[in-house]
T-cell receptor
């Protein structure tokens, strides 16, 4: 059973702080990794994708991938109240498999 | 570019009744997915279509769930008969190519409540 694990939270950070969201996965052959943001009552929205070990930065967001440790994380710098949402980690095992989602981490950014 | 369309947005039914959901993907997207998202969980893939063919339906409860994409464009997901545990949001997503890293775009979802 291929699994994606996330701490369900809630993770609470003050406005302006760095939020760190973590995800581990069980399938060592996984090749593609995604972070989706889901506001309450809304559908998931892709915010970051990463395919190689290391860091990938996009604005205030940085995704980090360590395939040896089977670990992927998302850092949100200068967190804003509008970042308050559930963040879903999704992993694509191999090149043909479908996305497997974690349960999501609920982030709350306090003004 | 119009997004993924779904209807209805909300549905309340009694257990053992049947229900159908409709999805129209982004124009030109060959791959269409149906996901089930139970409250507090991540989305779980039910079925994936490539054009009008089924690529993966390994997690679809085939005794009660069925789906079709007859002309390779829009799709219908049906539940018959519904159970209490089917209460969830049903998300449709589409992407432009199968087996690549292309982004999946999600529709707004249909929230189903089974009483």
């Amino acid at each position: 059973q291929k699994e994606v694990e996330q701490n369900s939270g809630p993770l609470s950070v003050p406005e302006g702080a760095i939020a760190s969201l973590n995800c581990t996965y069980s399938d060592r052959g996984s090749q593609s990794f995604f972070w989706y943001r889901q506001y309450s009552g809304k559908s998931p929205e892709l915010i970051m994708s990463i395919y190689s070990n290391g860091d990938k930065e996009d604005g205030r967001f940085t995704a980090q991938l360590n395939k040896a440790s089977q670990y992927v994380s998302l850092l949100i710098r200068d967190s804003q109240p509008s970042d308050s949402a559930t963040y879903l980690c999704a992993v694509k095992p191999g090149s043909q498999g479908n996305l497997i989602f974690g349960k999501g981490t609920k982030l709350s950014v306090k003004p | 570019e119009a997004g993924v369309a779904q209807s209805p947005r909300y549905k309340i039914i009694e257990k053992r009744q049947s229900v159908a959901f409709w999805c129209n993907p982004i124009s030109g997207h060959a791959t269409l997915y149906w996901y089930q998202q139970i409250l507090g969980q991540g989305p779980k893939l039910l079925i994936q279509f490539q054009n009008n063919g089924v690529v993966d339906d390994s997690q679809l409860p085939k005794d009660r769930f069925s789906a079709e994409r007859l002309k390779g464009v829009d799709s219908t997901l049906k539940i018959q008969p519904a159970k209490l545990e089917d209460s969830a949001v049903y998300l449709c997503a589409s992407s432009s190519r199968e087996g690549t890293t292309d982004t999946q775009y999600f529709g707004p979802g249909t929230r189903l409540t089974v009483l």
